[in-house]
């Protein structure tokens, strides 16, 4: 079973409407991040969570908002979307501890959604 | 702030060839560094880290080596597959309290038999 899982894994909506995109862990991190990629941009930084009470912007958050749920789960909403937030969307976690100290993440699957 | 550099591409090469895929990078302090991969419809996946100065990473025949006097930590294969087409994303993590990951914008790398 995977351990960064993502739903769903492609949607299309029309602008205006409220998207939910969902992310579960079953590695036990702590932090959790919502990525955005769009082609010859690389990947860039939406929310983080250290942990449940603790969510924080990243570099693109205007138009997102999340919500941790509880440890595990990690949701980006999009409160009207339009279609420039078309693009593929990636969660990820990671430990407090890290790995000799190099704090890796872990990516999900990624989620494709079209906005129209 | 932090920021990483990485040869553009798309590069393509032919079975056996030698692979070079260049990054450099700007940090405060100590960085980690990482090269990650994605193949076609899937996630990032971790490729190597290496973790200071010095320190080489290795993995299913690809390595790069930490290089603090150049600020680099450039992927190298010697063997290229038609497997190992995919996007290669340079990062590095500069630690302090926040932890987070500074990617590079990726090479899309096409390997032909």
């Known amino acids: 079973d995977a351990d960064v899982t993502q739903t769903p894994r492609n949607r299309i909506t029309k602008t205006g409407k409220r998207i939910m995109l969902e992310c579960s862990q079953t590695k036990g991190h702590d932090r959790m991040y919502w990525y955005r990629q769009d082609p010859g941009l690389g990947l860039r930084l939406i929310y983080y969570?250290?942990?449940?009470?603790?969510?924080n912007k990243g570099e693109i958050s205007d138009g997102y908002s999340v919500s941790r749920q509880a440890q595990a789960k990690f949701s980006l909403s999009l409160e009207s979307a339009i279609p420039n937030q078309t693009a593929l969307y990636f969660c990820?976690?990671?430990?407090?501890?890290?790995?000799?100290?190099?704090?890796?993440?872990?990516f999900g699957p990624g989620t494709r959604l079209t906005v129209l | 702030g932090d920021s990483v550099t990485q040869m553009e591409g798309p590069v393509t090469l032919s079975e056996e060839a030698f692979l070079t895929i260049n990054c450099t990078y700007t940090?405060?302090?100590?960085?980690?560094l990482f090269w990650y991969v994605q193949y076609p419809g899937e996630g990032l996946q971790l490729l190597l880290k290496a973790t200071k100065a010095d320190d080489k990473g290795s993995n299913k025949g690809f390595e790069a080596t930490y290089r603090k006097e150049t600020t680099s930590f450039h992927l190298e294969k010697g063997s290229v597959q038609v497997s190992d087409s995919a996007v290669y994303f340079c990062a590095l993590n500069s630690g302090g309290s926040n932890y987070k990951l500074t990617f590079g914008k990726g090479t899309l790398l096409t390997v032909n038999p």
């Open positions: 940090a405060t302090g100590y960085p980690s």
């Open positions: 990820a976690t990671s430990d407090t501890t890290g790995t000799s100290g190099s704090y890796e993440q872990f």
């Open positions: 969570s250290f942990d449940v009470k603790d969510i």
